[in-house]
């Protein structure tokens, strides 16, 4: 009788410790799935956001192309639109264009959690920083755009400031700094 107890409760005991690394087993893959699941998710959220900023841009390119139906649709046109006026409205269709554009990718890298690409996006950001037409955009409407993007571009202004007689930016020492 003996015997066989023993023999039931190393058996019982067995089946204890195959249960508990049946669960850790099983913790690790729920941990595991809940992981993929959020990077899956996050992928699906960075796809839909890029979708939508295409969107943009391609809502850009059409007024670009069409400054006159820009002048209307964002309420400016006032009768019979001048070929400087028009000239204006592609020139801002153009500076939105690539505040939208910067606003993808800002968003996109974001998502991506890709931090090392960031100094070259901003670098390549600050040229556009130059052109007067992109600066009164941004002025203009920048309440249009999200904190990581308007963080972003006001710190790329900050290092382009505009010359006083030529409206042109050009760098400042702050830029050198970082």
Do not use: C
């Not at 023999?7 to 049946?22: D, E, Q, R």
């Not at 931090?115 to 992109?134: K, L, Q």
Request: hydrophobic share 45%; no cysteine; aromatic share 8%.
């Amino acid at each position: 009788m003996y015997v066989s107890t023993v023999v039931t409760a190393g058996a019982s005991v067995g089946s204890m410790l195959a249960v508990a690394w049946s669960l850790r087993s099983l913790s690790r893959q729920v941990r595991a799935a809940t992981k993929q699941a959020e990077v899956g998710a996050e992928a699906t959220k960075a796809a839909s956001y890029l979708a939508l900023a295409q969107m943009f841009v391609h809502m850009d390119e059409f007024f670009a192309d069409r400054p006159d139906l820009r002048a209307r649709i964002y309420g400016s046109h006032q009768g019979e639109e001048s070929g400087e006026d028009l000239e204006r409205h592609r020139t801002e269709a153009a500076a939105e264009m690539t505040i939208d554009v910067v606003d993808a990718g800002i968003s996109n890298l974001t998502q991506l959690s890709d931090s090392a690409i960031m100094p070259v996006w901003e670098a390549w950001f600050r040229h556009f920083t130059r052109s007067p037409a992109v600066r009164e955009f941004w002025e203009s409407h920048r309440e249009w755009y999200g904190p990581e993007t308007v963080d972003f571009i006001d710190r790329a202004m900050r290092m382009a400031t505009p010359e006083p007689a030529t409206g042109v930016a050009v760098e400042t020492t702050e830029r050198a700094a970082n």
